[in-house]
């Protein structure tokens, strides 16, 4: 199935330069490109004036079995785009088709998926992180439907190692929103979000968690304390 086949393993791709979005490297290396792994055919150039087209309004999707999750903004290679050229996502097909899915903030300078679980058990829904080094936002999508804002969070929470988790039948989403100190503490930790996928609605919020694990209707986690 059409959907089935982007989700299961939906890289983001940064100025024609491929971030893997499930197994392999899912974090903000884009200097190296990696190939499509849906198809054999290599990904074409892409020509943004030519191929682009906005069709947010219309809820209409990319009509190929290979798409990948896209970021395109101005610059010479990736990772040298401007602050204040941030970009687009959009959907890409392997012949070159384009759907604008997300206009990117004054400011953008990272897109990556929620570490190595971003997309759903049940390969509906797919997670990603849109911000800077220091904090940002978490976008979900439904299948082919236009990213949604999840909340503000620290992107250490994208990092992968299980910051970021579903519940086993994608009906909720986890994800520690790390204190600002979190990469100098001797044990980072932050408020643990839990949301439901459907709305997107805050469904419980747990301070102090350094890891966590979601089984069923279940979450359990990890806090550490000291003696100050």
């Excluded at 990319?62 to 290679?77: C, K, M, T």
Aim: proline share 6%; charged share 15%; hydrophobic share 40%.
């Amino acid at each position: 199935m059409l959907i089935k086949r982007l989700f299961k393993c939906l890289p983001l791709l940064v100025m024609l330069g491929l971030l893997a979005a499930c197994g392999g490297n899912s974090g903000g290396d884009t200097d190296n490109v990696t190939a499509v792994p849906a198809g054999p055919t290599p990904m074409p150039t892409f020509d943004p004036a030519v191929r682009m087209a906005d069709t947010r309004a219309a809820n209409v999707g990319v009509e190929a079995d290979d798409a990948v999750l896209a970021w395109i903004a101005e610059g010479v290679a990736p990772g040298s785009q401007t602050a204040d050229k941030p970009g687009q996502i959009v959907l890409l097909n392997a012949g070159g088709d384009a759907r604008v899915m997300l206009d990117l903030p004054n400011g953008t300078t990272r897109v990556q998926a929620c570490g190595e679980r971003a997309t759903s058990p049940d390969s509906r829904y797919f997670a990603f992180f849109v911000g800077n080094d220091t904090n940002g936002t978490l976008y979900l999508m439904d299948k082919r439907g236009v990213p949604e804002s999840v909340a503000e969070m620290n992107p250490l929470g994208c990092l992968g190692n299980g910051t970021f988790q579903y519940a086993p039948d994608g009906t909720r989403l986890g994800y520690i929103n790390f204190a600002a100190d979190a990469l100098t503490s001797e044990f980072p930790s932050g408020t643990l979000k839990i949301h439901t996928t459907t709305d997107r609605a805050e469904a419980g919020s747990f301070e102090n968690a350094a890891s966590f694990d979601m089984q069923a209707q279940n979450v359990a986690f990890i806090s550490f304390f000291n003696n100050n």
